[in-house]
């Protein structure tokens, strides 16, 4: 596991953006593992950055990790909406080769099935991924068990809570979305886990340390073989802190 921690998002964003276009450059039909939330955000900025300095996305496909269940893509708080707003309307991707799982549709259980083919038939380059205040990646929420393919799952309390401000009321955030399982993620070639701000700072410590807990989903991570956690200081802080504690520990005996 690689950690890189970096001054402010802005820089770290600039790490990830690099890291995507060295994989869109060299691989033929580059796949990319999209996520929505608050994280990307500095990320697709500079990517955008990049496609007005010369970067293509013509021969690029996406995955999206998620979207709210009952929300059509009109609505502008789906994923759907957020995509288009923060990336797919200024670059040249073709809107044929992008995926986001359909949240509004009656067969929910169809639809997982749809979009499992569609991640069979597109094994993911480079997964991007935020983290949840509880450790969630995706929408892949502390369980008991955690799911392999994709499914529709009630949202944690923290994350209705954590994801109301995009809402005029927590009463208006769905609570399900549809969701694709670990195998994916578990299966990209690399994997960048972008977090950003102290709030993160104690799922990004479990996440890295410990052991593999359903509790804690973005710990599967560890037995990822190429996985980068992209971090700033606020997000590194307690694992920072941990480590001056170890450092401090092994020094004095
Ligand atoms: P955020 O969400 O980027 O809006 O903090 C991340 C996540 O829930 O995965």
Not at 94 to 113: F, H, M, S, W, Y
Not at 193 to 204: H, Y
Not at 208 to 237: C, E, K, M, W, Y
Request: charged share 20%; hydrophobic share 40%.
């Amino acid at each position: 596991m690689n950690i890189r921690i970096f001054s402010d998002e802005r820089t770290a964003a600039v790490y990830a953006a690099a890291v995507i276009e060295y994989v869109v450059q060299t691989t033929e039909h580059p796949v990319l593992g999209l996520a929505t939330g608050s994280t990307p955000v500095p990320l697709y900025d500079q990517l955008v950055e990049f496609h007005q300095a010369g970067l293509s996305f013509a021969h690029v496909t996406t995955i999206n990790l998620d979207e709210y269940v009952g929300l059509p893509p009109s609505h502008p708080q789906s994923y759907h909406a957020f995509m288009e707003e923060h990336l797919f309307r200024y670059i040249d991707v073709r809107k044929e080769n992008t995926n986001i799982p359909r949240g509004d549709v009656q067969d929910l259980a169809g639809e997982c099935k749809r979009y499992d083919e569609v991640i069979k038939n597109h094994p993911i380059d480079v997964q991007v991924l935020g983290i949840g205040v509880n450790g969630h990646i995706g929408f892949n929420e502390p369980d008991s068990v955690l799911k392999v393919g994709t499914h529709v799952v009630t949202l944690a309390e923290e994350t209705i809570a954590a994801n109301s401000r995009f809402f005029a009321s927590t009463q208006e955030v769905p609570n399900r979305a549809i969701t694709v399982g670990l195998q994916p993620i578990l299966r990209a070639k690399k994997v960048l886990l972008l977090a950003f701000g102290e709030a993160k700072a104690q799922a990004v410590m479990q996440a890295i340390s410990g052991d593999v807990r359903t509790s804690l989903p973005a710990s599967i991570l560890q037995v990822h073989p190429n996985v980068t956690f992209v971090l700033d200081q606020g997000a590194a802080r307690v694992f920072l802190e941990e480590e001056k504690r170890k450092h401090a520990t092994y020094n004095h005996g």
